[in-house]
């Protein structure tokens, strides 16, 4: 039995069958779980300042481009918070769930061609409000800056040639405390993992970066072992530790994993007041056919300038009951 359960923080495990498991009957199922697996029962702020480009943070989605300057160049292009943009090119919609950057690139400084052109990743300046340099030499200047809705934009692509497009655009989420909070960069400071059965307590794994190397503690139960588990039942292999995750306000996330790999999903707040996130399977983020039920919600808590996400989830294989309970830890830092 393998869980990728580094993975399952942001997205839910398509080969899983995922069951509701709030019932008083199944929680008692599964004693002796630790304290530090479960989230605090109250949902408050962390002391984050905003960072460099919280103001400027916005998507602008492609309605209408230029005539005659031949064919969209993307679809979309979103800048965050931290500094660095997103676009999605025509290309997404052939993309496949897990984008790759190229040639095993790294999240350093530069720009990064994701998986073979469906996805542009780099960095931005900004000039003057509304005005903004991208690291692959094209440059966005949104004519009605703060205005929700239609409006248009001229597009330097890389050639020089200015082109007018209409994009829609949506300011209206930026004064929320709750965005800010999240809409960020994260260091991955550690991923832990409790892995039950109905019968009994079968392990504990903990993963975290130590001189950028992947570091990791398994302690397997004698009930674990005598059933055949071993550490791979646990933890994941420590090319899929998640170093680094950006939320965007606009309902976009990126992992960057210790590999070199990285995957662009979706997420919302599905309770705001609890600190409830829900986080999509990483996909063609425009498709409108793809399955919705992929998707996993977590228990978010924020202290000092660390986030904590909570889930839990269960499966069912050769008629055994598993549990498993994970925490990932991170710091507000690129």
Not at 23 to 33: A, H, K, L, P, T
Not at 128 to 143: A, F, H, M, Q, R
Not at 235 to 263: A, H, N
Request: charged share 30%; with cysteine; hydrophobic share 35%.
């Amino acid at each position: 039995m393998k869980k990728n359960v580094i993975y399952s923080f942001i997205i839910a495990i398509a080969s899983f069958a995922f069951m509701a498991c709030s019932s008083d009957d199944n929680e008692q199922q599964y004693i002796g779980v630790p304290e530090n697996a479960k989230p605090s029962s109250k949902f408050t702020f962390g002391n984050f300042d905003d960072e460099k480009y919280a103001n400027d943070a916005v998507k602008m989605d492609v309605k209408t481009w230029g005539n005659g300057n031949g064919a969209p160049e993307f679809k979309s292009i979103e800048l965050f918070a931290d500094g660095h943009f997103l676009i999605t090119t025509p290309k997404a919609k052939n993309s496949s769930k897990r984008a790759r950057l190229n040639s095993r690139a790294t999240d350093f400084e530069g720009t990064f061609d994701i998986d073979n052109g469906a996805y542009i990743y780099g960095t931005f300046t900004c000039v003057k409000k509304g005005v903004y340099i991208l690291s692959n030499n094209t440059k966005i200047e949104i004519k009605d800056n703060g205005v929700t809705g239609y409006t248009k934009v001229t597009y330097t692509n890389s050639k020089g040639v200015n082109i007018t497009i209409v994009v829609d655009i949506n300011f209206n989420y930026k004064p929320e405390p709750v965005i800010r909070q999240i809409c960020r960069s994260w260091r991955m400071d550690s991923q832990e993992v409790w892995l039950y059965t109905d019968k009994a307590y079968i392990g504990y794994g903990k993963q975290w970066l130590e001189m950028l190397r992947v570091k990791q503690d398994v302690k397997i139960t004698p009930e674990g072992k005598l059933w055949g588990f071993d550490e791979d039942d646990i933890l994941d292999d420590k090319g899929d530790y998640c170093r680094r995750v950006i939320f965007s306000p606009c309902g976009t996330f990126i992992c960057f994993y210790q590999d070199g790999e990285v995957e662009v999903g979706r997420w919302e707040w599905k309770d705001k007041q609890n600190g409830i996130l829900r986080c999509w399977e990483p996909f063609d983020l425009d498709d409108d056919d793809d399955d919705d039920d992929d998707y996993m919600d977590m228990t978010v808590r924020f202290e000092g300038k660390q986030m904590r996400m909570y889930c839990d989830y269960m499966d069912e294989e050769d008629d055994i009951n598993y549990k498993v309970y994970s925490v990932s830890t991170f710091s507000a830092r690129y």
